[in-house]
């Protein structure tokens, strides 16, 4: 029988040291018998009893009414932490069913993806031998009666945060429905991986507010005054940013909390303008997809609006876009006993947003061992998203060739880049044994591309400027005009530039543990042999993210990669300088020898644009010299005194 602690009502719980016994035999037990058949070490064990440890914490104190901090943990990528999450869950399931003078202890897991969601549901019931555990997200929606009965209840990231989203709108059904069941208060959260979109940004151009503004019929002008004179308001304040003289500044705040210059309900406008058949106003004529997606535009602009009239409101300019923006924490901080289990949690700035909220207990540092794996580092510039799409044509082929000639058609390569260039690559494919592309905001914790022994990380996913100040904001509160310019926080000079480094950093580490180097082969935490190719700005950025990668990939093997993402660009001399003329002379002159006095005289250089010409000809390197020599043009330096130096063209 498991061992059990009495706390003040009695709860049931799981041995943490149980536990860890438990998840050593799943963990090294043969497949045909129902195991994982890896190899368990001392480090993963201690690891494994944290876990149990920080479970059994957040249990108690949720019991006892206490608003548990959110629990961080940071077992590394393969060290099991889901398969741990639905061991932990079988055992306090089967506790709950044996020990009937004990309260039961409920357990809700939220995962990133419906498919993570349906497989942590079947191995808690297979483990368990009955089924104690149900999904609940948009592809399988669970019933009141089996949210209200089932010891363990899987959702997805989404599916958590629409729950927290009704409580906004007065609906909390949603939420109840997840955080209690037949036992209470479900006493534990175990959210897999570090939550996405943990910030709903809300944002409105002047643009698309006035094309809101233009489409508003007369009858609904009429009928909502209140909301239509709002709505102008807020165009009028961005434009008169727009037109204000000698405003350079990218940010500045407009309200705070509490201080919006009108208490608006957009709802009825909302509803009103749903209706319009904003095709045939529009273009003229009918097509539903127009029409779905115009109302989409005008319905997520009047949404963004009333947002920043509820919060705080800043005015940003991104380029040619002028806008009105805010946040809020999607979060539901009162979640009973959170314990994430973040594999990038050392890199993840969400949590140190957390402050006094969050705890990070230690973990041991010597549970994985990357040895096996070289990553192969270039450098290069033009990594973001646009430039990607403008410049995918002429840089994949060059990318295959690379690859294809340092691997050879034997290895199974996954490649993550932007969305909007997957089509090229599948236009074009590669010659390897396999060869797969997943995109940045779509990778994430999948497990799909475990068996390949190739990752190459093409692009970079950098984030619109407004992402950090919305993700700080929304965290500790709306900021003053002088953070919005320049962002210090605690020892930051720059807390945004911080941010953004190490969210990319995050991206950058999921992308590349999603290949077989997740597995641990060994008791030294070993992985299989694999490669990563990756290219990364020459800037603190790409040092900030090649910093981060090592700190969670101890052992990692760095070398350099020879390859360059765009061809050598010659540099044309400046038109009118020396340089210039110089070329376009020997293009003039016959084969033979020509003396740097006779190119002196005839090109009229003084005696210091000489010495400088005479310094550029004898770096072989510099663009001018290149050039001459696509012309046959060679530099001959005369050797001793009086000797003439002069250009031989072929």
């Given at each position: ?177 997840l955080v209690s069941w037949r036992g209470g208060l479900r006493l534990l959260t175990i959210i897999d991986e570090a939550l996405a979109n943990v910030v709903d940004e809300s944002n409105a151009t002047a643009e698309n507010l006035a ?106 300019k991104a380029g040619e876009y002028h806008s009105i923006n805010s946040a809020t924490l999607a979060v539901p901080l009162n979640t009973p006993g959170p314990v994430v289990l973040d594999a990038t949690a050392r890199a993840n700035f ?294 003439k130096s002069y250009l031989m063209k072929a």
């Open positions: 029988m498991l061992d059990t602690i009495t706390i003040p009502d009695h709860y049931a719980l799981v041995s943490p040291q149980d536990f860890s016994d438990r998840m050593h035999d799943y963990w090294t037990k043969p497949r045909s018998d129902g195991g994982l058949e890896q190899c368990s070490s001392t480090a993963l064990r201690t690891l494994w009893k944290i876990m149990g440890d920080n479970f059994q914490i957040s249990i108690q104190e949720t019991a006892k009414g206490v608003q548990s901090p959110w629990r961080i943990l940071q077992p590394p990528t393969g060290t099991g932490k889901t398969q741990g999450t639905c061991v932990y869950s079988a055992m306090q399931a089967a506790l709950n069913a044996t020990e009937a003078s004990l309260k039961p202890v409920g357990i809700l897991i939220v995962t990133r993806l419906m498919e993570d969601a349906d497989t942590i549901r079947d191995t808690i019931n297979k483990i368990t031998g009955r089924k104690v555990a149900i999904v609940h997200h948009s592809g399988n929606r669970a019933t009141p009666e089996d949210l209200h009965q089932s010891d363990i209840v899987i959702v997805t990231h989404q599916a958590f945060l629409n729950a927290k989203r009704s409580l906004k709108e007065q609906l909390r059904t949603p939420w109840e429905r094309f809101v503004i233009g489409h508003i019929p007369f009858a609904v002008r009429a009928a909502l005054p209140e909301q239509v004179a709002t709505l102008e308001q807020m165009h009028r304040v961005l434009l008169d940013y727009v037109d204000m003289d000698g405003f350079d500044s990218a940010m500045s705040m407009l309200w705070e909390e509490g201080s919006a210059p009108a208490c608006v309900d957009f709802e009825p406008l909302r509803a009103a303008m749903k209706l319009l058949p904003y095709d045939r106003l529009v273009y003229g004529r009918a097509n539903p997809k127009d029409r779905a997606r115009l109302a989409a535009r005008i319905d997520e602009t009047l949404d963004a609006v009333q947002a920043c009239l509820d919060q705080f409101a800043y005015y940003s969400l949590w140190d947003l957390f402050e006094e909220r969050h705890v990070r207990p230690a973990v041991p540092s010597h549970a994985r061992d990357y040895t096996n794996v070289t990553l192969h580092l270039a450098r290069g510039t033009g990594l973001g998203k646009h430039n990607m799409i403008a410049r995918i044509k002429e840089r994949w082929p060059r990318v295959c060739r690379a690859i294809e000639t340092q691997l050879g058609p034997e290895r199974s390569v996954f490649m993550c880049l932007h969305k909007d260039i997957e089509e090229i690559t599948k236009k074009y494919g590669a010659n390897f044994k396999q060869f797969a592309v997943g995109h940045w905001g779509a990778i994430d914790g999948r497990n799909t591309w475990q068996d390949f022994d190739v990752a190459v990380i093409l692009g970079l996913p950098y984030r619109p400027q407004t992402w950090a100040t919305n993700m700080f904001c929304a965290l500790q509160g709306a900021q003053d005009d002088k953070w919005l310019r320049s962002s210090e926080w605690k020892q930051y000079t720059n807390v945004r530039k911080e941010m953004e480094q190490r969210q990319m950093a995050v991206s950058v580490i999921q992308a590349i543990n999603r290949i077989c180097c997740r597995h641990v082969i060994d008791a030294e935490g070993n992985c299989p042999p694999a490669d990563i190719f990756i290219v990364l700005p020459q800037d603190t950025t790409g040092e900030a993210i090649l910093e981060a990668i090592r700190a969670d990939m101890p052992g990692l093997n760095v070398v350099p990669w020879e390859f360059d993402l765009d061809p050598p660009r010659a540099r044309s001399p400046r038109i009118g300088s020396s340089h210039a003329k110089l070329l376009g002379y020997m293009e003039t002159q016959p084969s033979g020898a020509l003396s740097l006095s006779d190119i002196q005289h005839d090109l009229g250089i003084g005696n210091a644009g000489l010495k400088k010409l005479r310094e550029t000809l004898n770096n072989k390197d510099h663009e001018t010299t290149k050039a001459l020599s696509a012309q046959g043009v060679q530099y001959v330096a005369g050797v001793g005194r009086g000797s």
